[in-house]
């Protein structure tokens, strides 16, 4: 089987930097992606990591240790509008090589 | 491109009944997923498609069927709605890279 961890919610201020956690047990990891989700809407794609490291694209940047089954997501400079929440999600064996998602992080961003 | 669109948006139904919850995506993308999202957790894989004419099961299966006569359409059939079928319902499609285009959504209520 598989399982992810993310913390409920964080809350930061606008231009501050947050990082968002994910833990993951599975049998046949393929990649991690990051996804974002406001409120009423569908997700939208983010970042993937297959390899360790750090993968930067704008103000966002995710991280990957394969070895210690975790990754990170990075926001920085955060404005009002990256407040949403955010979900990793596995690339993984068992489906076909589909995603399997955490339960989601909520941020909140403060003025 | 239209991407992933999903009908209906909103749908009431009683116990019992059954209906067909339609995607499509004109991206010519291989891989077709769908979700459920219940309020405030993360999105559950429900079925997948590989292909036209390949489906499998996902985590949570139970209680709905799939299609996949062409590359273009992947139905979500409820066979009986139940009360615990209460939820968002995301159709997703990829092609063999890893980012996922999501659909709207569809807000489905049993009661």
């Known amino acids: 089987g598989q399982s992810l961890e993310q913390p409920s919610e964080v809350t930061a201020v606008e231009g501050a930097i947050v990082q968002i956690n994910c833990t993951y047990q599975?049998?046949?990891?393929?990649?991690l992606s990051w996804y974002q989700q406001h409120d009423g809407g569908a997700p939208t794609f983010l970042s993937y990591?297959?390899?360790?490291g750090l993968e930067e694209t704008g103000r966002f940047s995710s991280f990957l240790s394969r070895s210690d089954s975790y990754g990170y997501l990075l926001l920085q400079e955060l404005q009002m509008k990256d407040s949403a929440s955010y979900f990793c999600?596995?690339?993984?064996?068992?489906?076909?090589?589909?995603?399997?998602f955490g339960p989601g992080t909520r941020l909140s961003v403060l003025p | 491109n239209a991407g992933v669109t999903q009908t209906p948006k909103f749908q009431v139904l009683k116990t019992g009944q059954s209906m067909t919850l339609q995607c499509a995506q004109d991206?010519?993308?291989?891989?077709m997923s769908w979700y459920r999202q219940d309020p405030g957790m993360g999105l559950r894989l429900i079925h997948y498609s590989v292909g036209a004419g390949i489906t499998d099961q996902g985590e949570v299966p139970n209680g709905y069927n799939v299609s996949r006569s062409t590359t273009e359409d992947f139905p979500l059939r409820l066979l009986s709605a139940a009360p615990s079928q209460t939820s968002v319902y995301f159709c997703?499609?990829?092609?063999?890279?890893?980012?996922?285009?999501f659909g709207p959504g569809t807000r489905l209520t049993v009661t």
């Open positions: 997703a499609s990829r092609d063999w890279a890893h980012e996922q285009y």
């Open positions: 599975t049998s046949g990891f393929y990649g």
């Open positions: 991206m010519n993308h291989e891989y």
């Open positions: 999600a596995v690339r993984e064996r068992n489906y076909g090589q589909n995603f399997v």
């Open positions: 990591n297959a390899l360790d």
